[in-house]
């Protein structure tokens, strides 16, 4: 099992910058894949960003030299830096951590409960 608690949302102005937390506990090392969604009212949960744990990020191309995805492995923490924030970012985000169940050889999903990001103009 994995724990993830996100933080560090909040309201913001357009152009502003945020940075989003999330931590995660349990069992991390068998964590492989940790990444950033995000919802907006009325729409579809959207992937955001991803990082595997050989360090390769990918980005949705809304947020493309935006937002950076890091970590820290110290901390089992990944971090989301959203820079030059719209209106459209607007959003609850969602961490979430793919981790390899070696009982059963698949994978399973987790999710944190989500913080809110609000841009506004």
């Known amino acids: 099992q994995v724990q993830l608690v996100e933080s560090g949302g909040g309201l913001v102005q357009v152009g502003e910058s945020l940075k989003l937390s999330c931590e995660a506990s349990?069992?991390?090392?068998?964590?492989?894949?940790m990444g950033w969604n995000r919802q907006a009212p009325g729409k579809q949960r959207e992937p955001v960003a991803t990082l595997t744990t050989g360090g390769s990020a990918n980005y949705a191309d809304s947020v493309k030299g935006r937002f950076t995805i890091s970590r820290d492995n110290a901390k089992n923490t990944v971090y989301l830096q959203m820079n030059s924030l719209k209106p459209e970012d607007t959003a609850v985000y969602y961490c979430?951590?793919?981790?390899?169940?070696?009982?059963?050889?698949?994978?399973?999903?987790?999710w944190g409960q989500g913080t809110q990001v609000t841009v506004s103009s």
């Open positions: 979430s951590a793919r981790a390899f169940n070696g009982v059963i050889g698949l994978y399973n999903d987790y």
């Open positions: 349990g069992s991390v090392a068998r964590i492989t894949v």
